[in-house]
């Protein structure tokens, strides 16, 4: 997803990379033990940071659609598709 937005203009390189390395930073100064275990974790918030600094959605909604999804998986049966439904947003 970020290599396909970076394609499309939404960001440069070094935004990125810069984004990037403040998220990790940040986890660090809040006791991130920087073991690589949470490398994603760090790649995920720098993403939803920059998608909501440009204006392709907000925090509230990025919020919104991950705690729908969340409540869909916890609904769904292992090994079984996970699908979004309209009750999973509230």
């Known amino acids: ?6 394609d499309k203009g939404l960001f440069t390189w070094p935004e990125w990379a810069d984004t990037l390395a403040a998220e990790i930073k940040r986890a660090q100064a809040a006791g991130d033990p920087d073991t690589g275990e949470t490398y994603y974790l760090h790649w995920l918030a720098a993403l ?9 959605t907000s925090k509230d909604t990025l919020s919104r659609v991950k705690h729908a999804w969340e409540h869909a998986c916890e609904r769904t049966p292992h090994g079984k598709p996970i699908e979004l439904r309209e009750d999973d947003f509230h």
């Open 48 to 56: 939803e940071r920059l998608i909501a600094d440009k204006g392709v």
């Open 1 to 6: 997803m970020t290599l396909a937005l970076y």
